[in-house]
């Protein structure tokens, strides 16, 4: 990953110069009823002043008064404020807590906050920093204050204001950006029109928003947070970055920037070079040697994050990470361009959101909201993209972490804001065939067989991490099968992208309903479907899948010779103007075999607000027909 300390300053709780306020402010009986609705917390008061007072200078003071009505926002009582050591600081920070009156009952200062490193699993060391206190909320409803002043002299981005986020209301917020006009202070709205009052001061040109009044968001089901949360991103043109000029002003500045960074990491020795052209050699395409040398990458290298200081930016040497074998996404990227220029194959370094259904970067604010990056490579008739800190992506595949986004594809020309590829639904392929054969007594014994793709893959190579218990308790789950008696799991098998996973079930009694002459069961072993979503009468934000997904189950069902079919659930065929769902069912006398087949399609994992309803109605015929029965009984 990039550096967290550019990330960390978009979300962070800054710094503050204290106003004095009423007594009302701080407390929870003063809290007018329109905002407590759908409101898990109210800020009574909110504001935040940043100054930039050069290129890469900035001075940020905020001062917040939030009331916690329940314990589903208990955490508004942490305050963590990041830092990175040389070129940040925490110039001053408090916490005060008052109960449901205002009285106050708890001062936190600043030599009571915990300072540590800032780093995750994936980081083994970083430069980045925070300083945090955390409150114990004994009583609802509860205030909290925070204040505190950060200071930097080295950013890219400027922090974006998040002016709420779910079920929480806003009393009362301002924001005030203060900047020298050369540096070309811009700001963009995201999902609110709240345009501030722009006006001059001494030599600054100075951006001030105030809000009132804003009634708690209550989120709707599988709705993304930058799709409907109010917030105000910023950006200067000009900026220092670590004592290095950025040209912010456009996106070809900010490329030459990144390339420059990385003009003196991509040598390997002559003698490498000449190994890894022999390790090719006898491959006769670009795009085969390139598949070979992702595939070599992943064999050979693992994923660790090191951030210290310009290197959240700047990659490791490819040489580096040739010895070492290992590296961070910035790493391992330019050392696969390394291995790929080593035998003659342009290939670009590219700078991404990563996430699942992560925004794409707007082309007409430039900014730095990136965190990762990739590999693309422009062959003739066709463009290839590389995730390089995989060790089980298919060669060409990027996955729902950075599809379908802008990147930024860095070039000695500078940067150029592309689309990464977009998934089709047979990217994400689940297809299973079980066999089923029942014996007399109702017992019965299955052979299952599952075949998957894309994020369905990623799921099931996750198994291997799992203890045995474990992994049978996960299939038990994301399938919802009846808990068999016996359990036998084989080692799956993956090649080229696909994994197969095969597994044994054997049943005392399958049936769901036993009667001495009949029984009564599920037409398939497994769910091929299980998410329905509720009926609202105005669905006001689009709804999202994971992503686009073909699913195909086909069982079959070997009955006991003294046993035929009752009765065979009825065919089923639903539509809706982004999937389909069919269902059909057989019966062979011939063989005493009945053949359920059923096939679950999403062409689009944007469902857009319009077609919700649409949505839901074709949700709820898929899952009534699971409850479908087959029945069958002996013979007369």
Request: hydrophobic content about 35%; aromatic content about 10%.
């Amino acid at each position: 990953m990039l550096s967290a300390l550019f990330i960390s300053l978009c979300i962070i709780a800054t710094g503050a110069q204290a106003q004095s306020l009423s007594k009302d402010s701080y407390s929870s009986t003063t809290i007018p009823d329109s905002l407590k609705e759908n409101a898990n917390s109210v800020v009574r008061y909110f504001s935040r002043e940043i100054l930039i007072k050069s290129a890469g200078k900035m001075v940020i003071k905020e001062h917040s008064v939030q009331t916690i009505l329940n314990s589903k926002d208990e955490q508004a009582a942490i305050f963590p404020l990041f830092y990175e050591r040389k070129h940040s600081g925490i110039n001053s920070a408090e916490m005060l807590i008052y109960d449901k009156d205002g009285v106050l009952i708890k001062r936190y200062k600043k030599n009571d906050f915990y300072d540590r490193s800032a780093i995750d699993d994936n980081t083994i060391i970083s430069d980045d920093r925070v300083m945090v206190v955390g409150h114990t909320i004994v009583n609802f409803p509860v205030t909290v204050e925070k204040i505190s002043e950060v200071s930097s002299n080295s950013f890219l981005n400027l922090p974006t204001w998040q002016v709420q986020a779910d079920n929480i209301s806003i009393e009362k917020a301002v924001c005030k950006i203060t900047a020298k006009p050369e540096l070309g202070l811009r700001y963009k709205l995201n999902n609110c029109n709240y345009h501030p009052e722009k006006k001059t001061e001494s030599e600054y040109e100075v951006l001030h928003f105030e809000l009132k009044n804003l009634k708690a968001i209550n989120p709707e089901l599988k709705s993304l947070h930058w799709t409907y949360l109010p917030s105000i991103s910023f950006a200067i043109n000009s900026t220092v970055f670590f004592g290095q000029e950025v040209d912010m002003s456009s996106w070809k500045g900010f490329g030459l920037w990144a390339n420059q960074l990385n003009q003196d990491v991509t040598e390997l020795s002559a003698k490498r070079v000449e190994e890894i052209k022999q390790m090719t050699l006898g491959i006769s395409s670009e795009k085969a040697k390139a598949k070979f040398l992702y595939e070599y990458l992943q064999k050979n290298t693992r994923y660790v994050s090191i951030q210290l200081g310009i290197g959240g930016f700047k990659p490791f040497q490819a040489a580096f990470v040739d010895e070492k074998k290992y590296g961070d996404c910035k790493a391992l990227s330019n050392y696969m361009r390394s291995l790929l220029k080593s035998v003659g194959i342009e290939s670009h370094y590219a700078i991404v959101r990563a996430g699942d259904n992560e925004p794409a970067a707007d082309p007409k604010f430039v900014s730095s909201p990136f965190n990762h990056v990739i590999i693309c490579i422009p062959f003739k008739n066709d463009t290839t993209w590389l995730e390089c800190t995989s060790s089980t992506k298919s060669f060409g595949k990027l996955g729902t972490f950075t599809e379908n986004r802008n990147a930024v594809l860095v070039s000695q020309d500078g940067g150029k804001l592309v689309s990464t590829p977009k998934s089709v639904i047979d990217d994400h392929l689940f297809e299973s065939n079980v066999v089923v054969t029942i014996s007399s007594d109702g017992s019965a014994k299955a052979k299952t067989n599952l075949r998957s793709t894309g994020e369905y893959r990623d799921m099931f190579l996750h198994l291997s991490d799992l203890k045995i218990d474990e992994r049978k308790e996960f299939l038990i789950d994301q399938l919802n099968f009846k808990q068999p008696d016996v359990f036998q799991l084989y080692e799956p098998v993956d090649k080229e992208g696909t994994n197969e996973l095969v597994f044994d079930l054997e049943y005392t009694n399958l049936s769901d309903i036993r009667a001495e002459t009949k029984f009564i069961l599920k037409p398939r072993i497994h769910d091929i479907w299980q998410m329905s979503a509720p009926a609202i009468t105005k669905r006001k934000t689009d709804f999202y899948f994971d992503h686009p997904m073909l699913k195909k189950c086909k069982t079959t069902f070997k009955l006991p010779t003294e046993f035929e079919v009752e009765s065979l659930p009825s065919n089923v065929t639903c539509k809706f103007s982004y999937g389909s769902y069919t269902a059909n069912y057989t019966y062979d006398k011939t063989s005493n075999e009945v053949t359920s087949t059923a096939q679950f399609a999403i062409n689009n994992h944007v469902i857009p607000a319009s077609k919700y309803n649409e949505m839901q109605t074709f949700l709820e015929d898929v899952t009534k027909s699971m409850s479908k029965k087959l029945v069958i009984r002996k013979k007369i």
